[in-house]
């Protein structure tokens, strides 16, 4: 069974970066699309970015410009690089997987990642 684990996420000042990576074991990682999600205290979950298992990517518009998914299928990881961060950005993120397409049901998800940005 696929098995998610983000990592990267820490404290960070506005205008920062961040690296999130998300390594699965289990599986391979070849045969899914995984989002990044992710859930402030008192918010929604949202759905940030994903990418599909072709390679296509999407992006919420409040990170158009700003984050760049990527996937590394050799490393079996996915990748959330996060730039000119925000304070509107702190939230846990979560990676979730789909089979192949963003827009099917996301069965696996991780653990999450806490980002915070703050001065």
């Known amino acids: 069974q696929l098995q998610l684990v983000e990592s990267g996420g820490g404290l960070v000042q506005p205008g920062g970066s961040l690296r999130l990576s998300c390594a699965a074991s289990?599986?391979?990682?070849?045969?899914?699309?995984i989002g990044w999600f992710r859930q402030a205290p008192g918010k929604e979950r949202e759905r940030v970015s994903c990418i599909s298992s072709g390679g296509s990517t999407n992006y919420a518009d409040s990170v158009k410009g700003r984050f760049t998914i990527s996937r590394d299928n050799a490393k079996n990881t996915v990748y959330l690089q996060m730039n000119s961060l925000k304070p509107e950005d702190t939230a846990i993120y979560f990676c979730a997987a789909s089979v192949r397409f963003c827009y099917l049901e996301y069965k696996y998800w991780g653990q999450g990642t806490q980002v915070t940005v703050a001065s």
């Open positions: 289990g599986s391979t990682l070849e045969y899914y699309a």
